[in-house]
């Protein structure tokens, strides 16, 4: 083909009219951009969530026993076809306290290569004390790294039988693939829900069988998570191990029981031997004893004979001390005789001595006369005699001296062998009041012995009893022993993994909506633009035509250039969309699932394809229909210019007395939207979507704030729940309920049993909270129970149960029906449904203490406190909260805030797909009005040149085109509100995630703000046109056609 | 009344990339009110550049128009505009009707913005469609179109109405009857009437001739004793 003419004005034409090629080309990219932008997201999410879960080495198959699982399990697991590796891990759910509070932590081990966690702060724990605690945990408690944190069991068995320590050291902080959002899981214990993971080296755990197995499929990893090839691949293998299950159910159980009796035999030989012991043990204790006796009973009789002969010495003694005494008497009586002797004595010595000296003084006289002589004589004698009697006296005295003196030495000597006995009686006296003391001390050890051989042999046998209980316990424990069950799991047992799935569903949703009406106006406006770029170069045509070229020469031009600016511009709207569009959605989702940071955006072709498929389809479909209608005629008509668009009386006109009133322009400009019905419905469309996805943007926004309103102000009317322990007596309970009264902030409080239940249709099983209020009549004041259409309150009665409804709506339940609760140890319960209540934030079922009865078979055990406070704020919920905590009884507290916070960040994911809605909603809106509008003046140039002509002012004739598009803009806002409702319906439901319900509601303001929006695009439209209206040029514009 | 359109030295130079054209080169003639003028030349001559120039679509390079004393050339666009819209009447070759109103509308459509129009049911009757009042102009003849658009152009009771090869889109028969009405609307009225034709033919018909040529009058002449249209044959 050698038509280098018509190559060149191909080329021309591009240049010449580069606004319509690029109109063509932008309006492509972005419908192509958006188109398989969004679409792209689904798998690209799908892409990501594998990437992450293959980064983290994330396991396939989890397999759990009732009993455990040993070693030979892991290998058998092993050995299953199709298994690639498998690894033994531990778990446990336990309790952890921070400050008063407890809460539910899931304690697992760490894997030697799956299931790695991510470790954002810190160090990985390595001795047998230390752990690594959930990052999302940690950022929110008063823990940090480095403190030490203590677990108990929250049930009757020692934590040490599970764990080697109670207390561990916190290393690090982690996120886990097995927990990529927010929830952890359910559990038994506690308030029944898990709070936080704790990671812990293998070591620390003191169990001799894994609580489970973790598997990887062959060649599971190369495929994507999410997809059924994915899902099936690891069905297909988890059919396999469960053809090996009841096998390995078999020796397990075997080997327990077998175990089992072995202890048993041991024990049971152990309490025999007891027993003897015990027996021989008696025997001995009471010879023991008997000797005892025996010899403290001699002792004693030693004792007494000794104080006998003490007794008898002491009577001696004491008339020694008699004796003593009167011979004492008797030397003093001597004495005084003795005494009385000398004083004679004395006497008659000084009558001597006055006779010696009569006779000295008679004698000095001189007197020598007879009679002198005669008495000196006879004095003398009488001297002699005197002094004869006195030396005789004398001696007699001196002999009594003598006498008297042995006599009182004899005494003497007589007191000091008294004093010597009395000595020798006090000591042994005093040996005897010892031996006394020792004896009773004897008594006292042989008493104490004897009751603690009392006390040993009773213990003994209790300990026996116990034992040969046990025993029996024992072997009845092994009878009643059911065989190990095991539960074999894929990915979705985990939590939130699912969702993720899930979400990407929701993607689709969403990106088979919203793509495709963008998509649509897109191809409709590069419709448009086409057909009327055929339709200017009629009078070309035809020329080329006359000259003769080929038709398909001529329409190969307008096919050319569709080709080339539909192609470039899905180019380059896919290379953009694919990237930009799931990068921004997969990072908005980044919020819900904070740790999953691998972004995988590869190029899918297949929707690209599509998108540009469908563009270039529209586009040279309508180039192509154009030019055919173009071409068809005769060469000289086409050189006439085309017959103009008759007028037509629009139906309005009938209806004489409304068109009679019409203001003349306003009937030119209904008359012109009549004419131009293809244009009005392009704008009305165009507009319409544009306000209808703004509208759906600012409702999604109004949908999902208005739940924790409606949620916390309308529907729980309290403010918080305390949880209370297993074992809080009722004691405790009215201690609380009291303690708490007497907080001024406090306005109410109620008993209620709160515990999170399975509950299913028999296909899909859920969980829910089940809420049994003790206090029905009061309960109303505590949660509101109405239909969310009509506002007809419920009253819970004795009849059923009340369900929530996006719960209702999962299980497909309507009143009347009958759902089934999965109780672990009463097996499947029926519940009738008697009413469905509206409710936003997680699964409830309602029900009276007597239908609870009816159901479960026993009275409610209520383990929670709802209170509600004055002003109902965080502050005053939190600090009643805190009080109740310090009290005996209380296990934890969960406040109504903490459920705001979980709303507050999905909207945050849920924010930027609206912001990006929205902006791709004004773009759109821009780009269409400005286009149509575009289209719309260069069709009508020759009419609103004569209009200037005919002395009309810029702004009247831009009134004159204006007035058309105002009235198309309310009408494609009228349109877009009703599209718009629609989609939000759609919408809403889709992008619910499981636990929540969102309100159905738009507000008012929404509808002004989408409205203002629109109107304010298309008046930015408007005033960019009217530049365009002022540059027409009269004289070029209604120069004869050419 | 004398010089009622004068024009003095109007030069129009048209810059088309780096070729200059002079589509009016100073032209210079004088109208008086009430005359029926005639403007022949052949195609490219500048007729329709003075005649654009005349009615205020477009502006002269150089050089000053008066109109009834009011120097148009020193008008800016908006008083353009009011002149446009008060003083012309414009007739086309294409008639340049709103297609999406009918004959009677289109005539309102005119009248709605000026000061001091007739009434449109009378002129559409004096044009001699009365009985075509509510047709839409693709239901219309191309005579009764050219009908439509000089009562258009009447209803507005202009100062001038300026009419660019009224005839040439018309056959023989109704183009003359286009020009009787002309004609007559002139003698009836007193109105100023301009016409562009390329047809020598017509000439004399026209109270005041002026040829144009190369953008420039190469002679104007008055005629004492127009002949009416009917005698006129081509």
Redesign the interface.
Same mark, same amino acid.
């Given at each position: 083909m050698k038509k280098k003419a018509l190559r060149k004005d191909f080329y021309m034409e591009i240049r010449r009219s580069t606004g319509r090629f690029m109109s063509i080309f932008f309006i492509v990219a972005i419908g192509c951009a958006f188109f398989s932008g969004i679409r792209a997201s689904e798998p690209d999410m799908r892409y990501s969530g594998d990437a992450y879960f293959d980064n983290r080495n994330m396991m396939d198959i989890e397999v759990i026993s009732t009993l455990g699982l040993t070693d030979d399990d892991l290998q058998a697991i092993e050995d299953v076809d199709g298994i690639e590796a498998a690894e033994g891990g531990y778990s446990v759910d336990v309790l952890s306290s921070e400050g008063d509070n407890q809460i539910a932590v899931h304690v697992m081990s760490l894997l030697p290569s799956m299931n790695q966690v991510q470790l954002e702060d810190g160090r990985l724990p390595e001795a047998e004390d230390e752990c690594a605690v959930d990052v999302d945990y940690l950022n929110e408690s008063s823990l940090k790294i480095g403190d030490k944190i203590t677990l108990s069991s929250g049930s009757d068995d020692e934590i040490t039988d599970t764990l080697k320590t109670d207390t561990f050291t916190i290393t690090g902080a982690v996120s886990s693939p097995n927990y990529i959002s927010f929830q952890r899981g359910s559990t038994t214990i506690g308030n029944g829900s898990v709070t936080a993971f704790i990671v812990v080296p293998e070591k620390s755990f003191a169990l001799d069988v894994y609580t489970e197995i973790y598997a990887q499929v062959d060649g599971a990893k190369e495929m994507t998570a999410f997809t059924d090839e994915y899902d099936d691949r690891v069905q297909e293998v988890i059919d396999k191990i469960e053809e090996i299950k009841d096998e390995r159910e078999q020796i397990r159980y075997d080997e327990i029981v077998d175990e089992a009796n072995e202890a048993l035999e041991d024990a049971r030989q152990q309490v025999t031997d007891a027993e003897k012991e015990l027996e021989d043990g008696k025997a001995e204790a009471q010879a023991e004893l008997a000797d005892a006796r025996q010899q403290l009973e001699d002792a004693q009789a030693e004792v007494d004979s000794g104080r006998q002969e003490l007794e008898s010495s002491k009577q001696q003694l004491e008339s020694s001390r008699q004796q003593l005494k009167d011979s004492q008497a008797q030397v003093d009586q001597g004495q005084e005789e003795l005494n009385a002797n000398i004083d004679a004595l004395n006497g008659q010595i000084d009558e001597l001595n006055a006779a010696k000296e009569q006779y000295n003084a008679l004698a000095a006289s001189g007197a020598t006369d007879d009679v002198t002589m005669a008495t000196l004589n006879a004095m003398y004698e009488e001297i002699q005699k005197g002094e004869s009697a006195v030396a005789q006296a004398q001696a007699q005295i001196d002999a009594a001296k003598a006498e008297l003196e042995s006599g009182q030495q004899q005494i003497n000597s007589g007191w000091d062998q008294i004093t010597q006995g009395e000595q020798k009686i006090s000591d042994s006296e005093a040996q005897l009041a010892d031996a006394e003391a020792e004896i009773a001390d004897g008594w006292e050890e042989y008493y104490e012995g004897e009751a603690e051989a009392e006390q040993e042999i009773a213990d003994g046998e209790q300990k026996i009893a116990d034992a040969k209980e046990e025993l029996a316990d024992a072997e009845a424990e092994i009878n009643d022993l059911e065989k190990p069950e095991w539960y074999i799991y894929d990915r979705s047992n985990l939590p939130d993994y699912t969702g993720y799935g899930e979400n990407a569903d929701r993607m689709r949703a969403i990106g088979e909506v919203f793509p495709a009406i963008f998509f649509l106006v897109a191809a409709l406006i590069s419709l448009t633009t086409m057909t009327r770029m055929v339709e200017e170069q009629r009078t070309l045509i035809g020329t080329l035509k006359a000259l003769g070229y080929e038709k398909h020469s001529i329409a190969g031009k307008y096919l050319g250039y569709a080709l080339l600016a539909t192609v470039s511009g899905s180019v380059v709207g896919i290379l953009f969309g694919e990237k930009v569009f799931p990068y921004i959605i997969i990072n908005a989702y980044g919020i819900m699932y904070q740790h999953m940071h691998d972004i995988v955006i590869p190029y899918n072709l297949g929707y690209g394809l599509g998108a540009a498929a469908a563009a270039l389809a529209s586009t040279l479909l309508a180039t192509i229909l154009s030019c055919y209608k173009e071409l068809r005629e005769q060469a000289a008509e086409l050189m006439r210019?085309p017959?103009?668009?008759?007028?037509?009386r629009v139906l309005l006109e009938r209806a004489a007395f409304i068109w009679k009133r019409l203001n003349?322009?306003w009937?030119?400009t209904i008359?012109?939207l009549v004419?131009y019905k293809k244009r009005l419905f392009m704008t009305i469309f165009g507009i319409g979507g544009c306000m209808a996805l703004m509208l759906v943007g600012f409702g999604l926004k109004d949908s999902i704030f208005a739940i924790v309103d409606i949620q916390y102000g309308e529907i729980q009317l309290y403010d918080g729940n305390i949880i209370l322990t297993d074992d809080a007596t009722d004691e405790e309970k009215n201690n609380i309920l009291t303690e708490l009264d007497k907080d001024s902030a406090m306005t109410g409080s109620t008993e209620g049993l709160l515990t999170q239940i399975s509950v299913g249709n028999g296909d899909e099983w859920h969980d829910v909270y089940l809420d049994v209020p003790k206090d029905v009549e009061e309960f109303s004041e505590f949660v509101v129970l109405q239909d969310r259409v009509t506002n007809e309150k419920y009253e819970l009665d004795d009849s059923g149960a009340v369900l929530t409804e996006k719960m209702a709506k999962e299980l497909d339940v309507k009143p009347g029906d009958t759902i089934t609760i999965r109780d672990e140890d009463r097996g499947d319960l029926k519940v009738e449904i008697s009413a469905v209540c509206e409710n936003y934030m997680g699964h409830y079922l309602y029900m009276t203490p007597a239908y609870y009865e009816k159901v479960y078979g026993e009275t409610p055990d209520y383990n929670s406190i709802f209170y509600k406070t004055a002003d109902r704020i965080t502050e005053e919920a939190e600090r009643i909260g805190e009080e109740a905590l310090a009290m005996p009884g209380t296990l934890s507290i969960s406040y109504t805030t903490d459920l705001r916070e979980q709303v507050d960040n999905m909207l945050g994911a849920l924010d930027e797909v609206i912001v990006v809605l929205i902006i791709s909603a004004g773009m759109l809106a821009f780009v269409v009005l400005y286009n149509l509008n575009n289209i719309n003046i260069t069709e009508r140039q020759?009419?609103l040149?004569?209009?200037?002509?005919?002395?009309?002012?810029?702004g009247?004739v831009a009134m004159y085109v204006y007035r058309e598009n105002i009235v198309l803009t309310i009408l494609g806002a009228i349109f877009g509100i009703i599209l718009g409702k629609i989609l939000h319906g759609f919408i809403i439901v889709t992008v619910e995630i499981e636990s929540v319900m969102f309100g159905r509601n738009i507000d008012l303001s929404s509808f002004v703000y989408g409205f203002l929006l629109t109107l304010l695009f298309s008046l930015l439209v408007n005033g960019a046109m009217y530049f365009k209206l002022k540059k027409i040029n009269?004289?070029e514009s209604?120069k004869?056609?050419e | 009344m004398k010089d009622f359109v004068k024009l003095q030295d109007i030069t129009k130079i048209y810059k088309m990339g780096e070729v200059e054209i002079r589509a009016a080169d100073n032209i210079s003639f004088s109208i008086d009110k009430g005359e029926f003028v005639v403007i022949v030349g052949p195609s490219g001559a500048g007729k329709?550049t003075v005649l654009?120039i005349l009615?205020g679509?477009?502006t002269a390079t150089s050089g000053t128009l008066l109109v009834d004393g009011e120097e148009i050339t020193a008008y800016n666009s908006?008083r353009l505009?009011?002149?446009?819209?008060?003083d012309?009447g414009?007739v086309?070759?294409?008639y340049?009707?709103? #297609?999406?109103?009918?004959a009677l509308?289109n005539v309102?459509?005119?009248l709605?913005?000026?000061r001091d129009p007739l009434d449109a049911r009378e002129v559409m009757e004096e044009v001699g469609l009365g009985d075509r009042l509510n047709n839409? #102009?693709?239901?219309l003849s191309g005579g009764e179109q050219q009908r439509v658009s000089i009562a258009?152009a009447l209803a507005?009771n202009p100062k001038l109405l300026l009419c660019d090869?009224p005839t040439?889109a018309l056959d023989y028969n109704t183009g003359k009857a286009i020009l009787k009405l002309l004609q007559n609307m002139c003698r009836e009225r007193g109105m100023t009437v301009i016409v562009i034709t390329h047809n020598q033919a017509i000439a004399p018909m026209a109270d005041r001739l002026i040829h144009i040529k190369n953008g420039q009058v190469s002679r104007m002449e008055l005629n004492e004793h127009p002949m009416s249209i009917d005698d006129i044959e081509w």
């Open positions: 210019p017959t103009p668009k008759q007028g037509q003349f322009s009937k030119a008359r012109n004419r020759r009419e040149a004569t209009l200037k002509v005919l002395g009309f002012y810029n009247e009269m004289v209604l004869s056609v | 329709t654009n009615g679509m477009d908006r505009t009011e002149y446009r819209r008060e012309i414009f086309f070759q294409f340049n009707l709103v #297609p999406n109103l009918t509308e309102e459509l005119a709605q913005i000026c839409f #102009p693709a239901q258009r507005k090869e040439g």
